[in-house]
């Protein structure tokens, strides 16, 4: 038996370029040290995995197969190449320090002498890649990749604060007492099933004037469904809503904030335009009040901060002789972060808790009851969604 291999430097390690023996006639081994009847890959492998990622992206039906299992033959893929290239490398030296030869090195012309470690990393960086850009537009609350969604209000004066997973009987009323003593108008993304079983509290939000959006009928991670059953989970909200207010909603968040390709697109079939958010405290979380208060911080943070630009802008326009027409034309193409210091927050907070009604969310109510007069004295007002994108109209 015979059995040589040539290596060729790599910032990842020692490619072997070639490999031949008696059982392994010809075969391509990347990225180190392997012998007979260990894995071996093949380019071909990452160039199968990269094409799902990418019929994955085009999102044809049923999709989800190839996503989901992308995701996971990626992932493993990925880290086994790691895992040998760090492992092979790791042999290799261990192998030159004790002064010995890792395999039967053996120069010659070979039919696989020509290997291209490209072969092995362009598929995988592209693999990579699509898995980010994947997970940044499934789960980033402000990304727009798949589908607009609405994230922030036209004025930093507008604060819209927004509650998920309700109506629950525990809290809600409460909840619509403490708004009411600030005059702050808010909007809850309702669970259709839970709608259903609190009408009554459904349609008193609504009385109140209070923002009714749609936040599917069982609160699942829509990522994983098809087209057929997201919008089966919109539809059936939808008329939970129409038949406890009168109306159906015309916004919808979808659950834990995940995105697919078609969730927008669905839910602009039924008329719901899609909201995210800017403030996540995290009021699920078993912590105290004050941990909460501290978390939602940055609102004050953000108007004092947009307050404190609106008072400079003038001077500044003053000094660059710009007119008012230049400055709105300026703000509306201009950079992200100028936008962004220019508009206000929408804040998601929880009056429910998506696997049963009553659940605890007193720290919210507190760390409101804390805010609120702050929020008011700073001079934010206090939205609904409807208002927020009204006022962009106008
Ligand atoms: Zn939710």
Same mark, same amino acid.
């Given at each position: 038996m015979k059995s040589y291999a040539t290596f060729r430097r790599h910032p990842l390690g020692e490619v072997v370029a070639r490999m031949n023996d008696d059982r392994h006639p010809a075969q391509v081994v990347p990225f180190g040290r392997f012998g007979a009847g260990q894995w071996t890959g093949h380019p071909i492998g990452l160039f199968i995995v990269a094409g799902f990622v990418l019929i994955g992206l085009i999102g044809i039906p049923e999709w989800r197969w190839f996503f989901g299992g992308t995701v996971i033959v990626g992932s493993l893929f990925g880290y086994s190449l790691w895992r040998r290239s760090i492992h092979g490398a790791r042999r290799m030296r261990r192998a030159a320090r004790l002064g010995r030869r890792p395999l039967q090195l053996r120069c010659g012309a070979c039919e696989n002498e020509r290997v291209n470690p490209w072969l092995i990393e362009a598929p995988a960086a592209a693999m990579i890649a699509a898995a980010g850009m994947t997970a940044y537009g499934a789960v980033?609350?402000?990304?727009?990749?798949?589908?607009?969604?609405?994230? +922030?209000?036209?004025? =930093?004066?507008?604060?819209?604060?927004?509650?998920?997973?309700?109506?629950?009987?525990?809290?809600?009323?409460?909840?619509?007492?403490?708004?009411?003593?600030?005059?702050?108008?808010?909007?809850?993304?309702?669970?259709?099933?839970?709608?259903?079983?609190? @009408?009554?509290? @459904? +349609?008193?939000?609504?009385?109140r004037g209070h923002g009714i959006g749609n936040h599917t009928d069982t609160h699942p991670n829509?990522?994983?469904?098809?087209?057929?059953?997201?919008? !089966?989970?919109?539809?059936?909200?939808?008329?939970?809503?129409?038949?406890?207010?009168?109306?159906? =909603?015309?916004?919808? +968040?979808?659950?834990?904030?995940? +995105?697919?390709?078609?969730?927008?697109?669905? !839910?602009? @079939?039924?008329?719901?335009?899609?909201?995210?958010?800017?403030?996540? =405290?995290?009021?699920?979380?078993?912590?105290? !009040?004050e941990w909460l208060i501290r978390r939602m911080q940055p609102i004050a943070t953000h108007a004092q901060r947009s307050f404190n630009n609106e008072k400079q802008i003038p001077r500044a326009k003053i000094a660059l002789g710009m007119t008012a027409e230049g400055e709105a034309q300026r703000s509306a193409s201009g950079s992200p972060k100028r936008a962004a210091s220019a508009s206000g927050d929408i804040l998601c907070l929880h009056d429910g808790w998506h696997r049963q009604l009553d659940a605890d969310r007193t720290r919210t109510l507190a760390a409101l009851e804390h805010w609120l007069p702050r929020w008011r004295d700073l001079g934010l007002e206090f939205v609904t969604i409807d208002e927020a994108v009204r006022y962009s109209a106008a």
């Open positions: 980033y609350p402000r990304a727009q990749l798949f589908g607009p969604t609405i994230c +922030r209000t036209h004025s =930093p004066r507008q604060l819209a604060i927004t509650f998920d997973d309700g109506p629950n009987p525990a809290i809600t009323p409460k909840l619509l007492d403490l708004l009411e003593r600030y005059h702050a108008k808010a909007t809850f993304f309702l669970i259709g099933r839970f709608a259903r079983e609190c @009408a009554d509290l @459904a +349609r008193e939000i609504a009385a829509l990522f994983w469904l098809a087209p057929s059953q997201i919008t !089966a989970e919109l539809r059936l909200c939808q008329e939970a809503i129409s038949k406890a207010t009168g109306a159906p =909603p015309k916004w919808f +968040r979808p659950p834990w904030g995940y +995105r697919s390709p078609q969730v927008i697109p669905l !839910a602009s @079939a039924l008329g719901c335009g899609t909201v995210m958010w800017t403030l996540l =405290p995290g009021d699920w979380k078993e912590k105290p !009040a």
